[in-house]
């Protein structure tokens, strides 16, 4: 049987990540999402055990003890990692996994599982992305300078990812992403 394969994406926050995310697994066979952990507050119409799994610090950090993680990362000063159980299961029985993890998780993934395939999704521009985070009225203006600076420092390793996605059009994306995702899922 074919093992699955892992397909990480990653990208700064406003590019329309999560909806791809979504869109993504509706249409590819074979394809479930990676529910990763954090310490971060739940958001409203975010469902534990379905967008994240929110955990404690204490919690976090014994899972981290345990080395149940596959990769974690401090991202903008809160806890985030992918378990290893689920994704050693899944790829096991033949099935793709989707990642949505910033680019020092992904960096770890590709060191250990160096045939995943890492794409970086860029929003049109930086002055269009932070119109977006503007516009989404989620962040602080400091925070929102604050993701900027951090995105500008990130661009220095997008050459590490396979494949660079511009999300202009999101219909588009989906549809490019999903013939990507699938060749690559369906290839040995
Ligand atoms: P948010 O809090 O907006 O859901 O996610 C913030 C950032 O954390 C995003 O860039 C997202 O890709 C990243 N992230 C989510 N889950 C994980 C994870 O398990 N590991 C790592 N390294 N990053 C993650």
């Given at each position: 049987?074919?093992?699955?394969?892992?397909?990480v994406?990653s990208?700064?926050?406003?590019?329309?990540?999560?909806?791809?995310?979504?869109?993504?697994?509706?249409?590819?066979?074979?394809?479930?999402?990676?529910?990763?952990?954090?310490?971060?507050?739940?958001?409203?119409?975010?469902?534990?055990?379905?967008?994240?799994?929110?955990?404690?610090?204490?919690?976090?950090?014994?899972?981290?003890?345990?080395?149940?993680?596959?990769?974690?990362?401090?991202?903008?000063?809160?806890?985030?990692?992918?378990?290893?159980?689920?994704?050693?299961?899944?790829?096991?029985?033949?099935?793709?996994?989707?990642?949505?993890?910033?680019?020092?998780?992904a960096l770890?993934?590709?060191?250990?599982?160096?045939?995943?395939?890492l794409?970086?999704?860029?929003?049109?521009?930086?002055?269009?992305?932070?119109?977006?985070?503007?516009?989404?009225?989620?962040?602080?203006?400091?925070?929102?300078?604050?993701?900027?600076?951090?995105?500008?420092?990130?661009?220095?390793?997008?050459?590490?990812?396979?494949?660079?996605?511009?999300?202009?059009?999101?219909?588009?994306?989906?549809?490019?992403?999903?013939?990507?995702?699938?060749?690559?899922?369906?290839?040995?």
């Amino acid at each position: 049987m074919k093992k699955g394969k892992l397909i990480v994406l990653s990208g700064p926050s406003g590019t329309g990540k999560t909806t791809l995310c979504r869109e993504l697994v509706k249409r590819v066979p074979g394809l479930v999402f990676s529910i990763s952990a954090t310490t971060r507050d739940i958001r409203p119409g975010e469902i534990n055990g379905r967008d994240y799994y929110f955990l404690a610090a204490a919690e976090f950090k014994k899972k981290i003890k345990d080395r149940e993680f596959l990769e974690w990362a401090k991202v903008y000063d809160q806890f985030y990692g992918t378990l290893k159980k689920p994704i050693t299961a899944n790829l096991a029985k033949g099935i793709s996994v989707l990642l949505d993890i910033d680019m020092q998780g992904a960096l770890q993934v590709k060191a250990k599982f160096p045939q995943a395939i890492l794409i970086f999704i860029l929003p049109p521009s930086l002055e269009e992305l932070r119109r977006r985070l503007i516009q989404r009225k989620r962040d602080s203006l400091a925070a929102i300078a604050r993701r900027m600076k951090q995105i500008e420092e990130e661009m220095k390793y997008i050459p590490r990812y396979d494949q660079v996605i511009i999300n202009k059009d999101l219909v588009k994306t989906v549809k490019y992403l999903q013939a990507i995702v699938k060749s690559r899922i369906n290839a040995e």
